[in-house]
């Protein structure tokens, strides 16, 4: 089992920046994926950043160039750095983590609210 917990989000203007932490409950990064994903009110839930297997980055389009994903090995931990943020990315954001060497199963944090003012 994998407890995944978020921090970070908040209210900010836009062109404003957050960084989101996501902290695993134990060293999950070789054998599982990391992820951000976001939902907005009435929509569903979207792939923001994450990493692949290979170790390289995927971006969802939107914020490609504002965004970045990082992670600390020491101390378990996924970031989503987000800058020049937007009214549109406003939403829940969330931490996965996808078990891709023992189980399959997919770990989602409680989720942070990110609220971008315009």
């Known amino acids: 089992q994998v407890q995944l917990v978020e921090s970070g989000g908040g209210l900010v203007q836009a062109g404003g920046s957050l960084r989101l932490s996501c902290a695993a409950s134990?060293?999950?990064?070789?054998?599982?994926?990391m992820g951000w994903y976001r939902q907005a009110p009435g929509k569903q839930r979207e792939l923001v950043a994450a990493?692949?297997?290979?170790?390289?980055?995927n971006y969802a389009d939107s914020v490609r160039g504002r965004f970045t994903i990082s992670r600390d090995y020491d101390k378990n931990t996924v970031y989503l750095q987000m800058n020049s943020l937007k009214p549109e990315d406003t939403a829940v954001y969330y931490c996965?983590?996808?078990?891709?060497?023992?189980?399959?199963?997919?770990?989602w944090g409680q989720g942070t609210q990110v609220t971008v003012s315009s």
């Open positions: 990493f692949t297997r290979g170790g390289n980055t």
């Open positions: 134990r060293s999950i990064f070789s054998s599982n994926v």
């Open positions: 996965n983590a996808y078990d891709f060497l023992y189980s399959g199963r997919n770990y």
